[in-house]
């Protein structure tokens, strides 16, 4: 067995690139490997100069291998015993005799077949076919054409390492009058070993680069990285905020990584911390500390990652400390310069923001946010003092939009928005929902705690999704340019996990009408046929995926293609919830495939009656002096038990007590269709079969307050 290795030695790559690439080539090497029956053990190692792949335990040749290959038919492949030019050409094509071909018997009938032996190639031959195609099929945002030739890749690739054992394996890439040839030279540290080096075999790669001064275990270098932070940060005697997505920027930004230490002036502590971790963060890179690890306060101090000589740390930090000065001293006059006036004189600016071009400011979406949220408000019976504050909450939630600080630092909006209010003497409550109404801002994001924040948030995202449907703008396969699935998404997160009794089939509704005073030539039904039924389908993926309820169980919930069970979704999210939940949970207890059978016999049957799926009552529709057999007047006398029972709980939301009810009612309903008791439903007696249809007829109805039993998969 031998080994190989692979390394591609390219001009800085972005580090979300290298992220991408070791993914993919973790998935592409083996996959194209195994292809060809070639046993492996792939390791991926990147650094921003390089992507690098070591295989070992590789074959040095293939194995033969027996293929049987089929043909056309037997029927066009023999005529009266002869063979037709369809053998021949078949035979021909597969380079064998004639005479060689076998016929074999299919499920589709008689076919011709070879049997073929494929020698085995040498590995070597393979692994030059395959490389470029590991290297030009990586997929990437930013691909660029460097010097005169059609190849694209994220930078200029400047050097090849192609190592079979110790032996260079060749291989050149061509682009253009750019070509880099496979050797076994390699570049390290630019700084601490600008001398290149050269690599025997893969067993001595990471080693050999180590003592250049590159470590090209980017895992390694994550580790390391969060060693030298953590001490760092407490020889400063505080904590730092290790920040996942800048920590796997910052390991494919180094080669050798030091902690450094930065400082800025301690006057800069008086504003917000965010301001701060944003500057240092989203803007430089940097690491803050802070005094405690319940990190709410700040030291003047940061830690940056360098890819320099550690000898000239203190020149960097300084170099550093600079950069992020002038970036506070930015934020500090940004922060005076807001607060001279309160937040509510920043909301005639938002005139002059617009949301979207056919939908005017954002003042005017700020204006419907209100309405949005006063309606909101209204369904869930608020008292006033709650309303007052959603409806001041709802009016402000912009308008840090056109202050200096947000204009500068755009990741800053509501957060800035809530320190002015704070200032202004509004509310911790206004203050609050004003950044808050903004969560979840991705699928990581912690969702609005707050009933204020909640509602405007909600009255936010309805307005997005009602605006930018009406103008016809819908998400089509991944492209959704306005994030409106997961506004819904989080319309329904929010409502599911603060017990938000709203109604969404009403405000939508109701908001679309009001859309119209903006676009005239809408069409109201449409619109709102299309939001429900992008809801519906947000609910279904939140069920399955985020809920864990099994796909049967939520078309049972949700209906396929029933308008009464949409209907029910939209109107009480909750409800919906609870019932897909609780559907799932008597699956896997065993409950739910007692009654199952009994259920869907009934409800099967009850589908060729005309009984309206909403009646409960069996005295309105069951005529008692048509019973035959005693099995009908047991189902009845259990309907008349079961009714009370069922309104309980719909009003309760207890379906336990709904399934308990039934199951009494199963013994009965089995001896209706079985045994010495049993009817024959479809009697010749039209008035008969239409009453034993109707006692089924409610048997489903009642099982429909739950689900439909219909759409359940035994």
Not at 403 to 415: A, K, R, S
Not at 463 to 471: H, K, R, S
Request: aromatic share 6%; hydrophobic share 40%; charged share 20%.
């Amino acid at each position: 067995m031998s080994d190989f290795l692979l390394e591609v030695g390219t001009e800085d790559l972005p580090a979300g690139f290298v992220s991408d690439a070791i993914r993919q080539w973790e998935q592409m090497i083996p996959a194209s490997l195994a292809a060809e029956a070639l046993t492996n053990d792939v390791q991926i190692y990147a650094t921003p100069r390089r992507l690098s792949a070591i295989i070992t335990n590789l074959p040095d040749r293939q194995v033969d291998r027996v293929e049987e290959i089929k043909g056309p038919p037997a029927a066009a492949a023999y005529k009266d015993g002869v063979p037709t030019p369809a053998a021949v050409g078949f035979a021909k094509k597969q380079g064998v005799d004639v005479a060689s071909l076998e016929l074999r018997p299919t499920d589709k009938g008689e076919f011709i077949f070879i049997t073929k032996t494929i020698a085995g190639r040498d590995t070597q031959e393979i692994l030059t076919e395959l490389i470029p195609q590991w290297i030009f099929k990586l997929e990437g945002k930013r691909l660029m054409r460097w010097a005169n030739g059609e190849l694209k890749f994220p930078r200029p690739i400047r050097w090849l390492v192609t190592l079979w054992n110790e032996t260079i394996l060749p291989i050149e890439i061509v682009n253009g009058e750019d070509i880099v040839k496979s050797d076994r030279i390699s570049q390290t540290h630019r700084v601490l070993h600008p001398e290149p080096v050269s690599v025997v075999s893969a067993a001595q790669y990471l080693k050999t680069l180590a003592d250049g001064f590159v470590n090209v275990d980017q895992n390694q270098r994550k580790a390391d990285i969060q060693q030298q932070i953590q001490a760092a940060a407490t020889k400063m005697g505080g904590v730092a905020e290790i920040y996942p997505d800048l920590l796997a920027e910052v390991v494919n930004l180094v080669e050798y990584p030091t902690a450094v230490v930065g400082k800025f002036d301690d006057e800069f502590l008086a504003l917000p911390p965010e301001v701060i971790t944003t500057v240092m963060v989203t803007h430089q890179r940097y690491f803050p500390i802070f005094t405690d690890v319940s990190k709410q306060k700040l030291l003047p101090h940061f830690i940056t990652i360098s890819n320099g000589d550690p000898a000239k740390s203190k020149i960097i930090a300084a170099g550093n400390g600079r950069v992020v000065r002038a970036r506070l001293a930015d934020g500090q006059y940004f922060y005076s310069a807001d607060l001279a006036q309160p937040l509510a004189d920043y909301l005639p600016k938002l005139e002059t923001v617009t949301f979207q071009a056919d939908l005017g400011s954002v003042k005017l979406k700020v204006d419907r946010i209100v309405t949005n949220a006063n309606s909101i408000a209204t369904q869930l019976n608020l008292n006033p003092a709650q309303c007052q504050n959603i409806s001041r909450a709802a009016l402000l939630s912009k308008a840090d939009l056109v202050t200096q600080m947000v204009g500068e630092f755009p990741e800053l909006q509501g957060i800035m928005g809530s320190k002015y209010a704070i200032a202004n003497g509004e509310s911790t409550e206004v203050a609050t929902a004003i950044v808050e109404h903004y969560l979840p801002r991705n699928a990581e994001d912690s969702l609005p705690q707050t009933l204020t924040g909640q509602i405007v948030g909600i009255a936010d995202r309805l307005d997005t999704l009602v605006c930018i449907f009406g103008l016809g703008m819908l998400p089509t396969g991944s492209s959704d340019p306005f994030a409106l699935r997961r506004a819904a998404n989080a319309i329904v997160n929010i409502a599911w996990n603060a017990n938000l009794g709203i109604n969404l089939e009403q405000l939508i509704t109701k908001i679309v009408t009001e859309f119209q005073h903006i676009r005239t030539q809408v069409n109201p039904a449409e619109l709102t046929q299309q939001l429900q039924d992008f809801f519906v389908q947000r609910l279904r993926n939140l069920l399955q995926e985020d809920k864990h309820i099994d796909y049967d169980l939520v078309n049972a919930v949700l209906g396929e293609n029933d308008p009464e069970y949409t209907q029910r979704a939209l109107t009480d999210l909750l409800d919906t919830r609870d019932r897909a939940v609780f559907l799932q949970q008597i699956r896997d207890n065993g409950t739910l495939e007692n009654i199952y059978a009994t259920v869907n016999r009934s409800s099967k049957l009850a589908a060729q009656g005309n009984l309206d799926t909403q009646q409960l009552a069996p005295t309105q529709v069951v005529q008692t002096n048509l019973f035959q057999k005693s099995s009908e007047q047991s189902v009845y006398d259990g309907l008349i038990a079961l009714e009370p029972q069922t309104k309980a709980a719909q009003a309760s939301r207890n379906y336990q007590q709904l399934i308990d009810a039934l199951g009494q009612l199963t013994p009965a309903i089995s001896s209706f269709f079985d045994g010495e008791d049993s009817v024959l439903v479809m009697d010749s007696n039209p008035e008969i079969k239409t009453n034993r249809l109707n006692l089924l007829g409610l048997v489903r109805n009642h099982a429909r307050v739950l689900a439909d039993f219909g759409s359940i998969v035994k």
